[in-house]
């Protein structure tokens, strides 16, 4: 900046924004560091108003998760924990003060905002999924993915590394937030705040306790109706039922304790994006790839041939099937695409780009790999639509097509970043474009899909998979129950939990259907039946 000229106007921004990227460096945690880079933790323990959040929603969540089925408690433990760091940001930040525009790294944050609250909003969805579909192996996917989401929404990482770091530091995270909750515990029993000393908390919870025990008894005695609600509302209290609580108060404490810690005291994850990139000379990386696109280009070609062709010159040239000829290839076509987005990536890291031609030349071999590899996903996509339809559909050819084509959007961003040779944008978005994929997926019920499939194969080559669909979910009733009835009432029987009985925690849409449309039409015993 000029020596003459003014300083620009300082602009406001929220007080949940306006936070330093780096935290005070005094504290009583031990920093740690990162490629150079200190993550000191908080400056001071988390306030008592902190600790009772994140205490309410460890306890909300040890009441509501069922640790054995999608349910719709998760999704309340969901809100329940946004809520709750929500409360604890606000509590542990500084005093607003003016965000200026040659502070370059508290700019960068404040722009950071609308994209930790998109995460957020994700795991909240991702979470959701368990109170509309009951396929566990779907909600699984979901659960692991939320627990992605949470760490970019508490961090900000934006870059591939720092992704990958932020995600590291989640796991140490709850460790490091351990001695800051508990000193701001501490507060507590020193009458910080007034009126939440411990006794008077003790006394509070018992009172409540025996209140809601003395009248929820009579209430309960004095209706049938209203016991009825009260039985499915508490669970029965016994040994393992208090376990259950304990374990996912502990781990849903931990968990909530490192992301207070983190968005108190977020790491500097800006510098990790590499600087001062080792370059190659242009003979050593475009020669290879040169190649690489030319035995693309062959390959496209008698892709080509064979769409064209169809299944006569497979036939004719391979002696196969058009089926065995599809089956034998996706699976190789997929590794294809997963490698060739590796090259594209090391590529674009270490090919020089400081003259035009430099970069001509990256933009043209670059460019020609991705629109190749595409070619190469339709193809790939093309024979698992052949695969399913002669062999039927499954869980693993489901999503294996999903990832597929998910990885085709991915190479479709990367020539869209290749036009200004700027693609610091597409991890994020690459990312952000799974956990809608994975949405999407859900919305589109996996499992019903599935068996739709499978019903609609059998409406026409009369060839079921029995047993295989009997593995299914509930997710999967509507569609099975269009089946004859000799071969339904040998396929539901061995689908589970439709007819076990959800309390509130677990209630699922997916698995209320199906016991609505089984009361509807039961199945009937089948001693006969085969695979």
Known sequence: MPQNSAPPSPVAVPATLAQPVVAPLHGPWPAISLWGRRWPGPGR????????????????????????????????????????????????????????????????????????????????????VGTLRAAGWLFLLCLATAVGTTTLAVTGGRSLRAMVVALLLALVAPLRALPWVVRGAGGLSRGKPAGLQVPRVVATVAVSLILLLVFGGLFASADAAFADVLSRAVPDINAGTVIRWIFVFVVAGGMLGGSAFLRAAPPDLSGLPGRGKRRVAAFEWAVPLGLLVTLFAAFVG????????????????????????????????AVVTGLTLLVIAGAARWAPRETRGERTLIRVLLGSLAGLTLVIVSSALHRMDLYSDTYGLTRLRLLVAACELWLGVVVLLVLVAGIKLRGGWVPRVAVALGVVALLGLAAANPDGLIAERNVTRYQQQHRIDRAYLAGLSVDAVPALNRLPADVRDCVLPGIDRYDDPDDWRGWNYGRERARDILKAHPWTYQPDCIS
């Open 45 to 128: 323990p988390a306030s008592p108003a902190t600790v009772g959040a994140l205490t309410g929603a460890a306890v909300v969540a040890a009441l509501s998760i069922p640790l054995d089925r999608a349910g719709i408690g998760w999704l309340v433990t969901a809100f329940a924990g946004l809520i709750a760091l929500t409360l604890a940001r606000r509590l542990t930040s500084p005093p607003s003060t003016p965000l200026t525009a040659w502070q370059p790294e508290r700019v960068a944050l404040a722009r950071l905002g609308w994209e930790r609250y998109a995460w957020s909003v994700a795991t909240v969805a991702l979470l959701g």
């Open 302 to 333: 008698v892709q080509l041939a064979v769409l064209f062709g169809g299944s006569r010159h497979v036939l004719d040239t391979t002696g196969l099937t058009y089926a065995d000829y599809a089956r034998g290839g996706f699976w190789q076509l």
